[in-house]
């Protein structure tokens, strides 16, 4: 009896402690910071110290100084709303655009034999296995006026002057979806393929083409990893900064463009602590719905 005690008394505790160290970890690498970033976002830009301090104690008096003109700022300036709304829009138009390119390739992939999947599954993975600012650098030389997109069009007589491709919208749009494309495709494969068979028998038996089929069977049975896989290039093209930078031109200012200003230009560590906290309430709120989607889910299914 008292061995059986203890035995459940170890589980308990290695239950305890699986369970708690992602909770430290996320505690140490989210939280923390972005305390800290929210301290900064209240402080006073001080030269040698750009932490500035919230709380004093004069005159056996505790005060405590709040900087807001940094959010009522943000909320009256027409740039700050102009470039959330970019980023938003641009992180959109990347979702949707991935999402119609990575279906088909899941689809596909989920499909194929069983033998062939991993060989499939190493191709969607194998840009990871080389820098992201490298490849990302590839596309320049692609696209540029005299990139080997231009050459080719040049050569097979389909335009007669070079296209202006880089620096525009247009790049900045392709470098993401190529650079998220995989975060799409992935968590479909995951949905699809174990997808059961037999719904599809079943429509096709009681007479539904292929296309209705697709519509109301295949699409309404990965809606979850549609969403997860939506979540997963939405939120991260949001502050994307690396390919604004590298393709994107005047036209395409995002939010992550303008941190970097703020905190190595401008060097006001306040005003881009505000700018980064408003951006990470923007990311949490497809967060929550995410989860409240999920939690929906799984009670329909209870």
């Known amino acids: 009896m008292m061995a059986m005690k203890r035995l459940l008394s170890s ?20 939280l923390v910071p972005f305390l800290i970033v929210l301290k900064i976002s209240f402080s006073e830009m001080e030269i040698t110290n750009p932490f500035g301090t919230l709380v004093t104690y004069v005159d056996d008096v505790l005060v405590v100084k709040l900087k807001l003109s940094n959010y009522t700022f943000i909320a009256h300036d027409e740039l700050y ?7 938003l829009k641009f992180a959109a138009i990347t979702t949707l655009l991935c999402l119609l390119i990575g279906y ?25 296995w080389t820098s992201f600012l490298l490849r990302i650098y590839a596309w320049k030389g692609i696209l540029a006026n005299d990139g080997l997109l231009n050459r080719l069009l040049l050569d097979l ?24 494309l995989p975060f799409m495709i992935l968590p479909l494969y995951a949905n699809l393929v174990k997808l059961d068979l037999r719904f599809l028998e079943a429509a096709a038996d009681l007479g539904a083409t292929p296309w209705q089929t697709f519509w ?52 006001d560590w306040p005003m881009a602590s505000a700018v980064t906290v408003v951006v990470i309430l923007l990311i949490l709120l497809p967060v929550v719905w995410f989860n409240r989607y999920q939690s929906q889910q799984e009670g329909a299914r209870a």
């Open 104 to 128: 088909p390739f899941a689809y596909f992939m989920a499909r194929a034999r069983a033998a062939v999947r991993p060989v499939l599954l190493m191709m969607v993975m194998l840009p990871f």
């Open 81 to 87: 709303l102009l470039t959330y709304l970019s980023s």
């Open 157 to 180: 007589g389909i335009i007669a002057t070079p296209l202006q491709i880089m620096n525009t919208p247009v790049s900045l749009i392709i470098g993401m979806v190529y650079a998220y």
């Open 216 to 267: 109301r069977i295949t699409v309404p049975l990965s809606r979850s990893g549609i969403v997860a896989g939506a979540m997963l290039v939405f939120i991260p093209t949001i502050g994307e900064y690396v390919v604004p930078e590298l393709l994107g031109g005047p036209e395409t200012l995002m939010i992550g463009r303008v941190l970097w200003d703020e905190f190595f230009t401008n060097n």
């Open 11 to 30: 589980l308990h505790v290695g239950r305890r402690f699986v369970i708690g160290v992602p909770y430290v970890w996320l505690l140490l690498t989210f």
